[in-house]
């Protein structure tokens, strides 16, 4: 059976993906130090409980043997916080990988997918956005996905170590199978909050209204974590069989304005939504759309879930599991 060494894997997306890869027939093996992450959502997986750096991914290797794959989540990834605190970011998100690959290289692992973003796009000049089109983050968020993506490409080059890289556009539902959802300490995910602004009885802050869209609220393209799970063991298989790197946009080809996915709330808890209008945030795109026909074509995938689906499956997930 084959390993898969799955960093940050006690988060919300890389849990569900942990749990994909054990269904499938691999080994997952979780190291994550739960800053951000819960052991609750790991499903009899192995954890290490450790911070990821080279010495403590040799420990780990040291333990295990062989590996197959990397499946790297592990990161940070407020695109506020990354415009209050730069440096924590480019340690975090370029730093820490650059061990990653040091690791791989000493131990002469030749696989890695890495969950990159939407974010190394900018404000695009045309929607929906193809993997060729212009990268130009407007937030250090963006700015550390989009250059680790070009320090793989080096690694690559000069040790022969494959990547698939995954933009990510909105992660969002949960996993019904797997019972989890989202669980961020901070949390900062638009339909998350919308759905706690209910079950809690709080006001939502819809943050800007004066955005160059339709109804001048941010839109964005959302996709399932299931589908996003899934994704991440084709990508793993597509390294394995081909040995070539690749990029991938990894989103549905449908946007939703914020006021759009409060009136889907609305529509699937039957209940109102409190709002009010903040500041715009910092580093934030008008509007983001994935073209993910590359996925479809290479990897042979494509989404599932609908934006009714994702909502209806968070709502369930927060009223049953969290509240």
């Not at 250059?147 to 000069?158: G, M």
């Not at 900062?188 to 919308?194: D, E, Q």
């Not at 063991?233 to 409060?262: P, Q, R």
């Not at 910092?282 to 590359?294: M, N, Q, V």
Request: proline fraction near 2%.
């Amino acid at each position: 059976m084959r390993k898969v060494l799955i960093l940050g894997g006690a988060g919300y997306i890389g849990s569900v993906t942990s749990a994909q890869f054990k269904d499938r027939g691999y080994i997952p093996i979780v190291v994550d130090n739960l800053s951000q992450g819960s052991k609750n959502i790991v499903k009899d997986v192995k954890l290490y409980r450790l911070d990821i750096n080279k010495e403590n991914l040799q420990y780990v290797f040291d333990k295990e043997g062989s590996i197959d794959g990397i499946i790297h989540f592990a990161g940070l990834i407020q695109v506020g916080e990354s415009m209050k605190d730069p440096s924590l970011y480019i340690r975090s998100n370029i730093c820490t990988g650059v061990d990653i690959l040091d690791f791989m290289k000493e131990n002469n692992i030749k696989n890695i997918v890495f969950s990159s973003s939407a974010g190394v796009y900018g404000n695009p000049r045309r929607v929906p956005i193809k993997e060729g089109d212009i990268k130009k983050p407007i937030n250090v968020y963006g700015f550390t996905k989009y250059s680790y993506e070009k320090i793989l490409k080096f690694y690559d080059q000069i040790f022969r170590i494959k990547s698939v890289s995954l933009r990510y556009f909105n992660a969002a539902g949960a996993s019904d199978k797997y019972k989890i959802g989202e669980t961020h300490k901070k949390e900062t995910h638009l339909i998350p909050l919308i759905i706690k602004s209910i079950l809690n009885n709080n006001e939502f802050t819809v943050y800007g209204n004066t955005y160059d869209t339709k109804d001048g609220s941010c839109i964005r393209d959302y996709i399932h974590v299931n589908d996003l799970a899934n994704a991440h063991v084709l990508a793993l298989e597509y390294l394995i069989s081909n040995k070539k790197s690749n990029i991938f946009n990894l989103g549905a080809n449908k946007g939703y304005s914020i006021f759009e996915i409060i009136r889907e709330v609305e529509k699937v808890t039957g209940e109102k939504v409190n709002f009010s209008i903040g500041d715009k945030r910092e580093g934030d795109p008008s509007i983001l759309i994935a073209d993910f026909s590359k996925a479809k074509n290479t990897l042979l995938w494509e989404p599932k879930y609908s934006i009714t689906d994702i909502i209806s499956s968070a709502y369930s997930y927060h009223k049953n599991y969290e509240n």
